[in-house]
T-cell receptor
Framework: DAKTTQPTSMDCAEGRAANLPCNHSTISGNEYVYWYRQIHSQGPQYIIHGLKNNETNEMASLIITEDRKSSTLILPHATLRDTAVYYCIVRGGSYNTDKLIFGTGTRLQVFP | DGGITQSPKYLFRKEGQNVTLSCEQN?????MYWYRQDPGQGLRLIYY???????QKGDIAEGYSVSREKKESFPLTVTSAQKNPTAFYLCASSMQGSQPQHFGDGTRLSIL
């Protein structure tokens, strides 16, 4: 079973920031939070990941709470092309590679 | 360009026939994975390989087989023993540890 809980769907106006929440209250100390998105009929696209510090790259920012029980993915200026299903995944960072457990994700609809 | 190439994009199988899905990566990644995705659902792990000439079963390995003779290649065979093979198949690769998995564009398999 997925270790994360996400809202089923969200809407966002084009040009505004999209804030996608994720709850991972059972996360353990060596587990990372990963975000992927999937546009229909394509493979999942990696967005960002983090352990405990906030992270930012060219696509998005990841804000992880101090207790690490939840996080928020921020798309600073959403475009129509950001419409996709967004998955928040918790996974260990050990040498023994763990599978990615995809839940049902959040369907983000960006509207004009 | 570096990336993961899956072929073919669409594949049709007759009853009782084995088919092989190709996955090639030029990212110099150690680990490779095969996932299956059914409509409206998350990904489920079929097989994974951390090094050449070694691989492990995932959650739904029955009816599938793999090989890892080269670092860059991880083909998946869907055998006639797989009774419900119609799905979207995704290949991924990663470096070891906490590095994210990167996905190909998938192969959609259908039964004639």
């Amino acid at each position: 079973d997925a270790k994360t809980t996400q809202p089923t769907s969200m809407d966002c106006a084009e040009g505004r920031a999209a804030n996608l929440p994720c709850n991972h209250s059972t996360i353990s100390g060596n587990e990372y939070v990963y975000w992927y998105r999937q546009i229909h009929s394509q493979g999942p696209q990696y967005i960002i990941h983090g352990l405990k510090n906030n992270e930012t790259n060219e696509m998005a920012s990841l804000i992880i709470t101090e207790d690490r029980k939840s996080s928020t993915l921020i798309l600073p200026h959403a475009t129509l092309r950001d419409t996709a299903v967004y998955y928040c995944i918790v996974r260990g960072g050990s040498y023994n590679t763990d599978k990615l457990i995809f839940g049902t994700g959040t369907r983000l609809q960006v509207f004009p | 360009d570096g990336g993961i190439t899956q072929s073919p994009k669409y594949l049709f199988r007759k009853e009782g026939q084995n088919v092989t899905l190709s996955c090639e990566q030029n990212l110099n990644h150690d680990a490779m994975y095969w996932y299956r995705q059914d409509p409206g659902q998350g990904l489920r792990l079929i097989y994974y390989s951390q090094i050449v000439n070694d691989f492990q079963k995932g959650d739904i390995a029955e009816g599938y087989s793999v090989s890892r003779e080269k670092k860059e290649s991880f083909p998946l065979t869907v055998t006639s023993a797989q009774k419900n093979p119609t799905a979207f198949y995704l290949c991924a690769s990663s470096m070891q540890g906490s590095q994210p998995q990167h996905f190909g564009d998938g192969t959609r398999l259908s039964i004639l």
